[in-house]
T-cell receptor, first 114, second 114 residues
């Protein structure tokens, strides 16, 4: 298996622009997680899905952030409009079954908002 | 609510020396506990996990951790550090009765000097 795939790996955009981050989980995994990592706040869980259904989005910072999972092999995290404080590394992770099972992380998308 | 505390944001050791990274947890019920490692510019990888079997858990790359309920600790150790162990290490907890989320600590950056 290719592991969790994220695109793009790097994104540089200007404040106010829409940003879409993409994730392909490992085939057969039924949980998908979106995290954000910054120096100041560490690793934060933004939202997670089970069987394509959002379960907990309490970590989503504000209405500018939205996430979708239209099918078992694809998810997006959208920021509209983007702001400089959104600059971070965004990770997607997937797992099979409950939280006691290993989460497999993608390589991350480094987002810079100018 | 469950949480983890990692003592020491930076740890430096010489090659061949003992590695000890500290993690204390807070959970209302016996937790699942994890150590993940993040190498530069990569996503997190699972090192080892405790899910109520043996209290001494062995992981990859010679790492191990011991679950001590009386001390609410899950410290990570390796007898002899290697240059390739330089990375950031995250302790995480999942509450068995709560959700499927992992709560990550703030991370400890390990430096290994020759």
């Amino acid at each position: 298996d290719a592991g969790v795939i994220q695109s793009p790996r790097h994104e540089v955009t200007e404040m106010g622009q829409e940003v879409t981050l993409r994730c392909k989980p490992i085939s057969g995994h039924d949980y998908l997680f979106w995290y954000r990592q910054t120096m100041m706040r560490g690793l934060e869980l933004l939202i997670y899905f089970n069987n394509n259904v959002p379960i907990d989005d309490s970590g989503m910072p504000e209405d500018r952030f939205s996430a979708k999972m239209p099918n078992a092999s694809f998810s997006t995290l959208k920021i509209q409009p983007s702001e400089p404080r959104d600059s971070a590394v965004y990770f997607c992770a997937s797992s099979r079954g409950l939280a006691r099972n290993e989460q497999f992380f993608g390589p991350g998308t480094r987002l810079t908002v100018l | 609510a469950q949480s983890v505390t990692q003592l020491g944001s930076h740890v430096s050791v010489s090659e061949g020396a003992l590695v000890l990274l500290r993690c204390n947890y807070s959970s209302s019920v016996p937790p699942y506990l994890f150590w993940y490692v993040q190498y530069p510019n990569q996503g997190l990888q699972l090192l080892l996990k405790y899910t109520s079997a043996a209290t001494l858990v062995k992981g990859i790359n010679g790492f191990e951790a011991e679950f001590k309920k009386s001390e609410t600790s899950f410290h990570l150790t390796k007898p002899s550090a290697h240059m390739s162990d330089a990375a950031e290490y995250f302790c995480a907890v999942s509450d068995r009765t709560n959700t499927d989320k992992l709560i990550f600590g703030t991370g400890t950056r390990l430096q290994v000097f020759p």
